[in-house]
Every structure is written in C-alpha cells, then in structure tokens.
C-alpha cells in the first residue's frame, strides 16, 4: 500500500510559530515545492518556518511533524486532484502548471514516505549546501499512543 503524511497535533505550539497551523491529521506533502529562498535568507513571512516544516495539502498551513501513514491508490488520486485544486484556485497556477507541481510533489512525498515505517512520526530540516541547493534532512521518532495505555496488571 502507498504511503503518504498527514499532519501531528500534540498541542498549541504549532500555532504558535506557523502562520497557520495544520489541523490534526490533515493530509500533508513534504512542502519542498514551497520553500523560500534559503540561501539568501528570504522568506515571504517572518513566520514561516518553511526550513522545518511541512505543507498542507489544500491550504497554505503548516506543520512541524507528520505520521506516516498507509491508504489506497484511490485516496492518492484524490490527492493529486485536491493539491491541484488547490494550486489552480488559490495560488492561481495555470491547470497545466499546477497538474504538474501536485503530481511531481505527490510522488516525492510518496517516495519518502515509503523509505519509512508505517505509523513513525518524522521531521525535516532544510539546509542549504555549498553548492546553494536545499538538502533534506528527516528525522523519525515513535508514534506516542497517548492515552492508549495497556490495562494494569
């Protein structure tokens, strides 16, 4: 089965740094598309932690971890024409354009999603390297299964 991301809650502090926060499990891409100008320093908002973050699918909203999570190749499909909604109506992208960008971003998502386990959490770090090109770092932690505690002994 495809893997893909969607957003991790754990509490306000997303809101707190983001422009605007992800909700809980809202589906998410690496956001790698959307990344500002690193190398010169420049970012299109004080806020907008596009060096550690990633991007929601339909909206201009952010989060710091995602879940790698299983679905069908019915829900990819519906990804790919959701983000590219998205581009088209509210980033104003020609059809052609934003086909392209959702594809081309919806399979990288998927690549690196695959080359973790199902149900990890992961972050990214974006640097840029001497050549002036963005490197991806991504870290993975355990899923915290808050409030599913096992029954006392």
């Given amino acids: 089965m495809p893997r893909v991301l969607k957003a991790v809650r754990l509490d306000d502090s997303d809101a707190q740094i983001h422009a605007e926060a992800c909700d809980a499990d809202e589906w998410v891409t690496t956001g790698g598309f959307a990344v500002c100008d690193l190398a010169q320093g420049l970012h299109r908002a004080a806020a907008c932690r596009c060096a550690s973050s990633f991007l929601s699918l339909t909206r201009d909203a952010r ?91």
């Fill in 63 to 153: 989060t710091t971890l995602a879940e790698v999570v299983e679905v069908t190749e019915a829900d990819v499909a519906l990804f790919r024409d959701q983000m590219r909604q998205h581009l088209v109506l509210h980033w104003k992208a020609p059809d052609a354009d934003a086909r392209e960008t959702a594809d081309a971003e919806i399979d990288y998502t998927l690549d690196l999603a695959s080359s973790f386990p199902a149900e990890v959490w992961i972050s990214v770090r974006r640097t840029v390297n001497a050549e002036g090109l963005i490197d991806e770092q991504y870290n993975q932690y355990e899923r915290l299964l808050i409030g599913a505690h096992p029954p006392p002994a």
